[in-house]
């Protein structure tokens, strides 16, 4: 397959057999999707992923790691895959239940980032504390704590300013982030569910009132999705407080 650039990866049967990806061509987009509901990638069942993608470091542009494991006593990372390239040159990165560390090993890869989309990110110990609720079993676990936060931040600090965001939570430091630069052009926004609704509510009113003040004039697209009866829900309320009614696609 030398003409092959792109190449996505569905687990769907927890029966999958290992198999081996290493010697695949180099690639421009590389996506691996967990459906199995038992974490099949974790376990080692397709080999060669960190190695394929330290063939593929100068040519990738879009990487993403997704998977159905909504709880879980451990968190899934991304840093394990990245261990073996030299700096990759990806400008769009999508992490659904995966985890990243902004640390030094980390930050190189992303320096060309201008795409993120990010879902199903809450702290490891936040996680934890759900699957034990979830299942009725004692909650004890005290790893360390990855957030989301982490994720804004360091790229706040980094100077690294994205064009394109998909989230569906939306923390103070993601405001802060925002507010930091100028030249957004896409927000999509999904339903969070297990987001307290007084911390929904306070999101929607700074997306409605300022917390986009800085991209009015690139803004181009706005997408929410929300319960109908929630204040994420468009209407006469987020009109008259919204500077962003007519200047992009909603």
């Known amino acids: ?45 397709i080999q060669g992923i960190p190695e ?4 593929s470091s100068t040519c990738l542009r879009q990487l993403g790691l997704e998977t159905c494991i909504l ?3 451990d968190p899934l990372l991304l840093d394990p ?18 985890f990243v560390e902004l640390n030094s090993a980390i930050l190189p890869h992303l320096r ?10 809450a702290d490891a110990r936040t996680r934890a504390r759900r699957s034990a609720e979830q299942y009725g079993e004692p909650h004890h676990q005290e790893s360390e704590v990855v957030t989301v936060d982490d994720i804004w931040k360091g790229l706040n600090r980094e100077k690294i300013h994205l064009t394109k965001i998909d989230v569906d939570e ?16 896409s927000l999509s926004i999904g339903d969070a569910m297990w987001v307290p609704e007084a911390q929904s509510s306070r999101a929607a009113r700074a997306i409605y009132s300022s917390a986009l003040r800085n991209h009015v004039s690139s803004l181009e697209r706005l997408s929410i999705l929300s319960q109908p009866d929630s204040e994420w829900a468009f209407g006469d309320h987020s009109v008259s407080n919204s500077h962003l009614s007519y200047t992009c696609e909603f």
Do not use: C
Request: hydrophobic share 35%.
């Open 1 to 45: 397959m030398p003409s092959l650039t792109a190449l996505e990866i569905s687990i769907h049967s927890t029966e999958t057999d290992s198999f081996r990806i290493d010697s695949i061509p180099p690639l421009e987009e590389f996506w691996i999707r967990d459906n199995s509901g038992q974490n099949v990638l974790e376990r080692g069942r």
């Open 52 to 55: 394929l993608i330290a063939k």
């Open 71 to 73: 709880y879980d006593r």
């Open 81 to 98: 895959y990245l261990h073996l390239t030299s700096p990759l040159h990806i400008t769009h990165l999508t992490l659904m239940g995966y």
């Open 112 to 121: 060309y980032l201008s795409s993120i989309w990010i879902e199903n990110y």
């Open 170 to 185: 939306l923390p103070e430091s993601l405001f802060h982030y925002l507010d930091s630069y100028t030249g957004l052009s």
